[in-house]
């Protein structure tokens, strides 16, 4: 893929944000995000691991587990909230 200026962009990163439906923590995931064209968001890919949310990406997983996540992340609760 390249860029606007017609680069090619694919870089490493870490993720540094938390998603409190999955143990152990998401902080620091490795990840490849990949650009797209101008107007479109990057493609975000998880480094394959065995980490639950690397694992879900690759495989894919049920709509129920998509709402699961949708309610701990819009409807948090705990000492945080």
Request: net charge negative.
């Given at each position: 893929m390249?860029?606007?200026?017609?680069?090619?962009?694919s870089?490493?990163g870490?993720r540094?944000?938390?998603?409190p439906?999955?143990?152990?923590?998401t902080?620091n995931?490795?990840?490849?995000?990949?650009?797209?064209?101008?107007g479109?968001?990057p493609?975000?890919?998880r480094?394959?691991t065995d980490?639950?949310?690397?694992?879900e990406?690759?495989?894919?997983m049920?709509?129920?587990?998509?709402?699961t996540i949708?309610?701990?992340v819009?409807?948090p609760?705990?000492?945080?909230?």
């Amino acid at each position: 893929m390249t860029n606007a200026l017609g680069f090619t962009c694919s870089c490493y990163g870490t993720r540094h944000a938390e998603l409190p439906a999955y143990s152990p923590t998401t902080l620091n995931l490795k990840t490849n995000v990949h650009a797209r064209p101008v107007g479109e968001h990057p493609f975000v890919k998880r480094e394959p691991t065995d980490h639950p949310l690397a694992v879900e990406q690759w495989t894919g997983m049920a709509w129920e587990r998509v709402r699961t996540i949708a309610e701990a992340v819009l409807h948090p609760t705990g000492e945080n909230s």
